[in-house]
Every structure is written in structure tokens, then in C-alpha cells.
């Protein structure tokens, strides 16, 4: 496996995990066994790259507006970031619909299932629920006020803040530039210390993400409570990667336009992301791994990156 490329190793990964926790379901304490032994790998792998997740975004993004030197490049590279996060966005949303209403992956789960399903998240949605009636009875501005955070050390205590720890980040970079230069270098120097660190820890998880994705996928065979429900994942799962060639065939022209790099090279940098994406669904988990790919395989400067 030590000259398979990355993106390879995980794939095959996918693969095995599934046959694994086929082979599993079909014999007496499989279950069981996969749970015990195969599934903490996963976990550990998944936990491991969260665990990173604050410290890469307070490091690399501390280092990168920092190093501008000038606050008025912030501006005009955030304002191009934002018009190409709503422009993907938008195209990202459009194939979802199309897809999910043409291929329609839950019609194959049977009544029951959906009945059995629907009892036993009902604790868990009901969250959900209560959030978005907040959500809606908020002010218009309310967005703005949770992005800035009453205790930086709070915020940073969950990946689901990560917006308020970006927050603070760039305020952090923006003071570093305003401050004369011998005071900011010592703190500087630390940061970008830190983020090699960091980016060398990824470099080793990463060495772990092919058996990683194996034990949650064999975990996610024989986790599965029916037959339909298996089947309707696969339906999904199919949509997902229907998807996801759409949008990289639309990125790829897009680097190709604006850069003129050959498609293989945005490929092989940036599949590992998105196959460690496709089987975890933890943006906080993949996020590490998008920058390091970015920055390491595909030359983007690290300001930008960052």
C-alpha cells in the first residue's frame, strides 16, 4: 500500500469496510465484534482530526492575515472568498436539488422503516426543532452578535463555534499588522512555529485515514437496522458522489480558467479531502486535511489558504 497514492489508500479503505461489515452482518456476533474492536478506530481517527481543527484555524489563519502586512489585501481577498463561496454555494445547492428530486434515494425505505426511524429520533430532531423556532423569532442582526464571542476560550471549547474562532483569529492577525513590527515579530514567530507543527500533525492522522474510514464504514454495515434503510444509503450515497463528480468537473474548470492547471493536478491534490469528506460528513474533521492539500499539493500561497 506504500505506493498507492493517498487518495487510493482511502478508497480502498471504503471498499473493505463495507465487504468487512458485509461479512460481518452474516455471521453469529459479527455485530457485536465490529463494534467492539473495528468501530473505536474510527472514532479515534474522526475525534483525532476535530482535536486539531481549533488550533489549525487559530494558527494558520493568525499567520496568514498577519503576514499581509497591509489590512486593505484582507479586504479585497475577502471579498473575492465571499463572491466565490456564493457562487459555488449556489451551484452546490442547485445539483443537490436536482439530484435528490430525480433520483429520489429515500422512496426505497419501507413504511416501517420510516415509522421505526421516525420514533426512535424523535428525542434527538426535537432539538433541532427548538433551535430553528429560535433561529426564527431572532432579530435580523443576531447573526452578528454570535459571531463575536464573549470568552475566546469557550468559543474555542467546540467545533460548532468555529466562526467565532475564526472571528478572533483575524481580529488577533489585523492587530499584529497595526502594531510596529520588532513587538508583533516574537509573537509571529511563535504562530508560525505552531502551524507547522500542526500541519505536520495532519501529515501524520493522514497516515491513519485509510484504516480510519475502513472501521466507520464497516460500522455503518452492520449499524444498519434493515435491509431498505442499507439500500436507501446506497441510493444516497450514489447521489452524493453523482454530486460530487458534478461539482469537481465544475471546479475543475474554474482552476482551469483562472489558473490553467490540468485538471489531474487539482485532482490528485484535492481528493483525499473530498473522500475524507464523503465518508466521515464532518466538515470540522475534513477541514484540516482541505487546507493542508491546498496549500502542500496544489501551491496556494499560504495567506490565502489560511
Given at each position: 500500500?506504500?505506493?498507492?497514492a ?12 463495507v ?85 429520489k434515494p ?5 413504511e ?51 466562526l ?17 513590527e ?31 474510514v ?50 489531474n ?21 475534513t ?20
Open positions: 500500500m506504500k505506493k498507492l493517498l487518495h487510493w489508500k482511502i478508497l480502498l479503505g471504503m471498499v473493505l469496510g465487504l468487512l461489515g458485509f461479512a460481518a452482518s452474516s455471521i453469529d456476533g459479527g455485530k457485536e465484534l465490529v463494534q467492539d474492536w473495528v468501530k473505536p478506530f474510527g472514532t479515534i481517527f474522526i475525534n483525532s482530526l476535530k482535536l486539531i481543527a481549533v488550533p489549525l484555524i487559530l494558527g494558520s489563519l493568525i499567520k496568514g492575515v498577519s503576514d499581509l502586512k497591509d489590512i486593505s489585501k484582507l479586504s479585497k481577498m475577502g471579498g473575492k472568498t465571499i463572491l466565490i463561496y456564493i457562487l459555488t454555494t449556489v451551484i452546490a445547492v442547485s445539483i443537490g436539488l436536482l439530484l435528490v428530486n430525480t433520483i429515500g422512496n426505497s425505505i419501507s416501517k422503516t420510516r415509522t421505526d426511524l421516525v420514533s426512535n429520533y424523535t428525542e434527538s430532531t426535537q432539538k433541532y426543532k427548538e433551535e430553528a423556532a429560535s433561529q426564527k423569532n431572532s432579530g435580523p442582526l443576531q447573526a452578528l452578535i454570535d459571531l463575536v464571542p464573549q470568552n475566546i476560550i469557550g468559543a474555542s471549547s467546540e467545533n460548532k463555534n468555529m467565532q474562532v475564526i472571528f478572533f483569529a483575524i481580529f488577533f492577525g489585523i492587530g499584529l499588522i497595526l502594531i510596529p520588532e513587538k508583533s515579530k516574537p509573537v509571529k514567530d511563535f504562530f508560525d512555529g505552531f502551524n507547522e507543527v500542526i500541519l505536520k500533525m495532519i501529515d501524520l492522522i493522514m497516515l491513519a485515514a485509510p484504516y480510519g475502513l472501521a466507520l464504514l464497516a460500522a455503518l454495515v452492520v449499524e444498519s437496522p434493515s435491509a431498505d434503510l442499507f439500500k436507501a444509503l446506497g441510493w444516497y450515497a450514489l447521489t452524493v458522489l453523482i454530486g460530487l463528480l458534478l461539482m469537481i468537473v465544475f471546479y475543475m474548470t474554474l482552476v482551469f480558467v483562472f489558473t490553467g492547471k490540468k485538471p493536478v487539482f485532482i490528485n491534490g484535492i481528493s483525499p479531502a473530498q473522500l475524507l469528506a464523503f465518508s466521515t460528513s464532518s466538515s470540522a474533521a477541514l484540516p486535511v482541505t487546507m493542508e492539500r491546498v496549500h502542500e499539493h496544489l501551491g496556494v500561497e499560504e495567506e490565502v489558504s489560511s
